[in-house]
């Protein structure tokens, strides 16, 4: 019986590793896949911050009821808060 029982650990054991291995291809993919969109928002960002900035009157700079950058706003989305909501999501 303590024969068995040393079998059935060493299944166990090497179950174990087999799966533990699996679990580290599989993050170490992820980390690859999550790396490469890192960088693809960080070229993106830095190609926006390059990019000549829109013109905003004084008025629209200051006031506190402009629709265009409420949360409810019927406005399209940015390309960057697009991005920023992308990256979120993965």
Do not use: W
């Amino acid at each position: 019986m303590l024969e068995k029982m040393n079998v059935t650990i060493s299944d166990m054991d090497k179950n174990a590793s087999r799966r533990l291995d699996g679990l580290e291809k599989k993050v170490a993919c992820l980390e690859e896949s999550v790396s490469k969109k890192f960088e693809a928002v960080e070229t993106d960002l830095r190609v926006l911050k390059e990019s000549q900035p829109p013109v905003v009157s004084n008025e629209a700079a200051t006031s506190n009821n402009n629709d265009e950058y409420e949360a409810n706003s019927n406005q399209p989305v940015s390309r960057c808060q697009f991005l920023i909501l992308h990256v979120l999501h993965f």
